[in-house]
């Protein structure tokens, strides 16, 4: 490859953009009760497939994440999915996350998981709220003054996992070190981080419970699947945009991915960060650690399409908007 293409391009489903801005929950459950409100969606989205620009760089990009996608899915199968109406749908089975409760708070105990880890955690974790709406979609959102976590604590273990894998945004994003700022490489490391961080982090925890054996290994499972759906949603994106086949395997309610039901272009950072943590989520967490010093993550965790990143460059939307959410 002669060149990475800088900017994450982005175009926005503007119908879907305003369901799940509001509230996740609210969202799922009108598009699942309304058939026509369901049919413009996915039309709106046939015609952001349409529009969304493919460089010449981006589609050799896309080829090569599309062969490491298709023998990731390979690996990774069966996934551990949910069932709606005798069809598998794209949400991970996780009622035994949600049947164990916490002793405390998430966030007291993710507080415990990141010094365990030796990760800062105080300004992190000040700034988590319950995002609009509720629902189980936590996101990292940008502020005037910096960086804040959305996410819902019901008193599981369920609210611990989605808040440790904010974290992992929040630490690379709120990072004050130089390096790249936006840009595919900087979104592509956010996530890793996040994926690596609330694999690595809930494991941890997992670790110190009763029947701690059969919950790490049901965690290991789930992440399985977690990394099976990114990879199955880009290659069905990739596929929309004309790049290669479907994926093997039919899922119901699309929808329910809010990144996918918003976009067309982001399907490629999820699956591209599965495969730069697959084999070394604790490699990555290490770079989270102040010891690594200012700019301790960024550009290190060296994206599988080339082996010194070095990009600099603003993420924008095809209309040229600024992103301002980590999901």
């Given at each position: 490859?002669?060149?990475?293409?800088?900017l994450?391009?982005?175009?926005?489903?503007q119908?879907?953009w305003?369901l799940?801005?509001?509230?996740?929950?609210?969202?799922?459950r009108?598009?699942?009760?309304?058939?026509?409100?369901?049919?413009?969606?996915?039309?709106?989205?046939?015609?952001?497939?349409?529009?969304?620009?493919l460089?010449?760089?981006?589609?050799e990009?896309?080829?090569?994440?599309?062969?490491?996608?298709r023998?990731?899915?390979?690996?990774?199968?069966?996934?551990?999915?949910?069932?709606?109406?005798?069809?598998?749908?794209?949400?991970?089975?996780?009622?035994?996350?949600?049947?164990?409760?916490?002793?405390?708070?998430?966030?007291?105990?993710?507080?415990?998981?990141?010094?365990?880890?030796?990760?800062?955690?105080?300004e992190?974790?000040?700034?988590?709220?319950?995002p609009?709406?509720?629902?189980?979609?936590?996101?990292?959102?940008?502020?005037?003054?910096g960086?804040?976590?959305?996410?819902?604590?019901?008193?599981?273990?369920?609210?611990?996992?989605?808040l440790?894998h904010?974290?992992?945004?929040?630490?690379?994003?709120?990072?004050p070190?130089p390096g790249p700022?936006?840009?595919?490489?900087?979104?592509?490391?956010?996530?890793?981080?996040?994926?690596?961080?609330?694999?690595?982090?809930?494991?941890r925890?997992l670790?110190?419970?009763?029947?701690?054996?059969?919950?790490?290994?049901?965690?290991?499972?789930?992440?399985r699947?977690?990394?099976?759906?990114?990879?199955?949603?880009?290659?069905?994106?990739?596929?929309?945009?004309?790049?290669?086949?479907?994926?093997p395997?039919?899922?119901?309610?699309?929808?329910?991915r809010?990144?996918?039901?918003?976009?067309?272009?982001?399907?490629?950072v999820?699956?591209?960060a599965?495969?730069?943590?697959?084999?070394?989520?604790?490699?990555?967490?290490?770079?989270?650690a102040?010891?690594?010093g200012?700019?301790r993550?960024?550009?290190?965790?060296?994206?599988?399409w080339?082996?010194?990143?070095?990009?600099?460059?603003?993420a924008?939307?095809?209309?040229?908007?600024?992103?301002?959410?980590?999901?």
């Open positions: 490859m002669t060149s990475v293409p800088e994450l391009v982005l175009t926005r489903i119908g879907g305003d799940f801005q509001t509230s996740y929950v609210e969202a799922a009108t598009l699942r009760r309304n058939p026509g409100r369901l049919a413009d969606l996915w039309a709106e989205r046939r015609r952001a497939v349409a529009l969304h620009p460089s010449d760089d981006l589609r990009l896309y080829g090569a994440q599309i062969d490491r996608s023998a990731a899915m390979a690996r990774l199968a069966p996934p551990l999915l949910q069932r709606y109406a005798d069809q598998a749908v794209p949400l991970i089975e996780h009622s035994w996350l949600r049947s164990i409760p916490l002793r405390s708070s998430a966030v007291e105990a993710a507080r415990v998981v990141l010094k365990e880890l030796s990760l800062p955690d105080g992190a974790l000040a700034t988590v709220s319950s609009p709406g509720g629902g189980p979609a936590g996101r990292t959102a940008k502020t005037a003054t960086f804040r976590i959305l996410a819902t604590d019901d008193g599981t273990t369920s609210s611990l996992a989605v440790l904010e974290l992992g945004h929040f630490l690379y994003e709120a990072d070190g700022t936006e840009g595919i490489v900087h979104y592509v490391e956010s996530e890793a981080a996040a994926l690596a961080l609330g694999r690595v982090g809930f494991d925890y670790a110190a419970l009763p029947d701690a054996g059969e919950r790490r290994r049901l965690w290991a499972s789930y992440c699947t977690e990394a099976w759906l990114n990879h199955f949603y880009f290659l069905t994106e990739a596929a929309e945009l004309g790049l290669c086949e479907p994926p395997g039919r899922l119901d309610m699309l929808y329910l809010d990144t996918y039901s918003s976009t067309v272009g982001y399907q490629f999820y699956a591209a599965s495969s730069l943590m697959a084999d070394r989520p604790e490699q990555l967490v290490t770079r989270l102040p010891a690594g200012p700019g993550a960024r550009g290190h965790f060296a994206p599988p080339h082996p010194e990143p070095a990009w600099h460059t603003a924008t939307t095809a209309a040229g908007e600024e992103m301002t959410s980590r999901w």
